[in-house]
């Protein structure tokens, strides 16, 4: 009943991140991407296909009544990309059917299965990449079904359990210590690089609406890129030690090897400013030395802090996944019988009007001889018995099949 369903998947569980990109649709913009989705569809004799790529993940949802030859997948991804070998494919990529892709689906959609668990990013990305692909034509009854039955089981994981509970990343801690201490969306901000983990904390002081960033950087070019996310303003690192204006936050992330906030760089930076200050270093090893934090009025926020803290929240969501999959068996379940009914339904779809040709070809052909002798009165009445007939007869094999499905649906699941 289930066999249909189908995913290939790549995800960080199977293969390394940089591996992943290897694996997504190439595509100069949606349009591009909508034409190789659909030649993928029809190329593989697909009927209904759902694609979901993000940083840490490739997946195919689709569905199909025809078997998969052997080599289904590395086929198939060659065709994305020619340059993937066939041992490749198969060490990379994981092609689940049936049940096991339906359990696979709600457990992305409730995200178990993310690198970090409990992040609900994921949903949303789910849920616009199915509706992008049935806009395009791509999708049907099938995924819609399993997609509806997803959203509803995350839904009720995020409600019900406490996956989502306490933050796992580091930038999402640090953002909140520096939410602790209360400064004003206008605070001086210095953010001293700007590699990836400062771009997520731009992200952050975005959203928390902070409007006086100034951004540090040795590439003055990426420097500017985050500048411009958040209103502020771009310097080179090297301007870093003429900066007079003050500050009430440091936050520091570079790849040096070494402490690059000194003493006495420190001391320039105050500006004469004797009030206690917010520094987040989250480089390994630390930018900031420790003779800032010993002899300055600091309230220091380190890397080592937040990991330990991070991986303290970290196993606690893990110990909600337990609960979690118990919710998601009852939604399976209810997911076999949901499709089961679905595919009930639609074979008898036909019943309604395959009785009443019936009902036209007896009165027009096989009766019609014994029927033209009929008085009027007798035409009308024999007419309204035969259409009485017909909506009863129509209702009873229909009411037969749900009563069925309700008593098996305990046997389904």
């Not at 991804?77 to 066939?86: A, D």
């Not at 949303?124 to 089981?153: F, K, M, N, S, Y």
Request: charge should be neutral.
């Amino acid at each position: 009943m289930l066999n249909g369903f189908k995913i290939l998947t790549v995800t960080h569980r199977n293969t390394s991140l940089q591996h992943i990109e290897k694996f997504v649709v190439p595509h100069s913009d949606e349009v591009a991407l909508r034409e190789k989705l659909s030649a993928l569809k029809s190329e593989f004799g697909i009927a209904e296909m759902t694609y979901l790529a993000t940083c840490n993940r490739v997946m195919f949802l689709f569905y199909t009544e025809s078997a998969l030859l052997p080599n289904f997948q590395s086929v198939f991804f060659q065709s994305i990309n020619p340059i993937l070998s066939e041992h490749f494919i198969s060490e990379n990529v994981a092609l689940l059917e049936g049940r096991a892709a339906a359990e696979h689906l709600y457990r992305v959609a409730s995200s178990i299965d993310s690198l970090v668990v409990g992040e609900r990013e994921i949903l949303r990305q789910l849920r616009e990449a199915h509706d992008r692909c049935q806009q395009w034509g791509l999708t049907g009854d099938h995924l819609r079904i399993a997609l509806q039955g997803a959203v509803v089981a995350a839904k009720e994981v995020y409600t019900k359990t406490r996956l989502g509970d306490k933050p796992v990343s580091v930038v999402s801690l640090a953002m909140r210590e520096l939410d602790k201490a209360k400064l004003p969306k206008h605070a001086r901000i210095l953010m001293v690089g700007a590699g990836q983990t400062n771009v997520l904390v731009a992200k952050f002081l975005a959203k928390s609406g902070y409007q006086n960033v100034a951004v540090f950087n040795r590439t003055l070019e990426r420097a500017q890129q985050i500048a411009t996310t958040l209103n502020g303003h771009a310097f080179s690192f090297d301007d870093l030690a003429n900066h007079q204006t003050g500050f009430d936050c440091l936050i520091v992330c570079t790849g040096a090897t070494k402490a690059i906030i000194d003493n006495q760089l420190y001391i320039r930076l105050l500006a004469g400013d004797t009030n206690q200050k917010t520094i987040i270093d989250l480089s390994v090893p630390n930018n900031v030395c420790k003779e800032v934090v010993a002899n300055h009025d600091v309230h220091f926020i380190e890397i080592e802090d937040l990991r330990a803290l991070a991986q303290e929240n970290r196993s606690f969501r893990e110990q909600e996944v337990t609960a979690a999959n118990e919710l998601l068996e009852q939604h399976l379940a209810d997911f076999v019988a949901a499709v089961h009914n679905r595919r009930i339904e639609r074979a008898l779809h036909k019943v309604p009007a395959e009785m009443k040709a019936m009902k036209e070809y007896a009165l027009n052909k096989v009766f019609k001889k014994e029927i033209d002798v009929l008085d009027e009165n007798t035409r009308e009445l024999l007419e309204r018995m035969m259409d009485f007939m017909e909506k009863k007869c129509t209702g009873i094999p229909i009411k037969v099949a749900k009563e069925a499905l309700a008593s098996s649906t305990a046997v389904l699941a």
